[in-house]
């Protein structure tokens, strides 16, 4: 068994964290940690940086970052609000507010398949827009 320190090998350890773990993983872990270093050198010498003028996407991608656990949870907290707001609309109602806003389909293509008029899925949508912002207003 191999004594390692966590902050060696994971930059979120910001103290010292001693742990015992088998001589492979060690050898694994100190391998990565060396293949990572040389990584680096080759792209310092070999000048891969990029340019973020180019427009070829790369920009985009640097920008994005992955959700923190807390971002997580909002998003799922105010994806079940929505969707208990959404619930608390008469059936025909909630179809229409369902088909136009998160399917994305048109007020005329909701009202050719219902077989109704234009104006009233349009009217429709507007009213349970305004109930769901109600109900999530009263909710919070």
């Known amino acids: ?43 310092v010498r070999n000048k891969a940086q990029y340019s973020l003028d180019y427009d070829d ?14 971002e997580l949870l909002e998003r799922m907290d105010r994806f079940c609000a929505l969707w208990n707001a959404l619930n608390t609309l008469p059936e025909i109602q909630g179809r229409r507010v369902d088909a136009c806003v998160i ?10 398949a219902e077989g109704v008029n234009e104006s009233a899925v349009r009217r429709s949508v507007e ?12 909710s919070v």
């Open 127 to 138: 009213r349970g827009l305004k109930q769901m912002k109600k109900y999530l207003k009263s």
């Open 57 to 70: 996407g790369i920009e985009y991608s640097a920008c994005l970052h992955e959700p923190t656990p807390q």
């Open 1 to 43: 068994m191999t004594t390692i320190n966590l902050k060696d090998f994971y930059s979120w350890y910001t103290t010292d964290e001693y742990i015992e773990v088998s001589d492979e993983v060690a050898a694994e872990l100190r391998a990565d940690r060396l293949y990572e270093a040389a990584h680096q050198r080759r792209i």
């Open 103 to 112: 399917l994305g389909k048109s007020y005329c293509e909701v009202a050719k």
